[in-house]
Nanobody, 116 residues
Framework: QVQLVESGGGLVQAGGSLRLSCAAS??????MAWYRQAPGSQRELVAV???????NYADSVKGRFTISRDNAKNTVALQMNSLKPEDTAVYYC????????????WGQGTQVTVSS
């Protein structure tokens, strides 16, 4: 019954900004993250945030993207500034839930297109 639903994707000019949001149902998620996949490329990790607040970013987005979360509501957002054409990809929300075992979940993806 767990669902991750992304929103906020779209078309933007280089140098512009977008904010992606992910609304999650279910229990508390220990780790939430954003991945992206460009055509012809493998899926790559963009940003991670743990329940304690620690974050990590891919070198290609460091200083431009910011990940945040609301632990009570199980939501995660990705603020993307100074966008570049190479940021064009399908962006996926990801979550991990630790109970008696580890469960992993993926959103359906949202398209981000950055034009020159």
């Amino acid at each position: 019954q767990v669902q991750l639903v992304e929103s906020g994707g779209g078309l933007v000019q280089a140098g512009g900004s977008l904010r992606l949001s992910c609304a999650a149902s279910g229990s508390h998620f220990d780790t939430m993250a954003w991945y992206r996949q460009a055509p012809g490329s493998q899926r790559e990790l963009v940003a991670v945030i743990r329940s304690g607040g620690a974050t990590n970013y891919a070198d290609s987005v460091k200083g431009r993207f910011t990940i945040s979360r609301d632990n009570a509501k199980n939501t995660v957002a990705l603020q993307m500034n100074s966008l570049k054409p190479e940021d064009t990809a399908v962006y996926y929300c990801y979550a991990e839930q630790r109970a008696w075992r580890l469960y992993t979940y993926w959103g359906q993806g949202t398209q981000v297109t950055v034009s020159s």
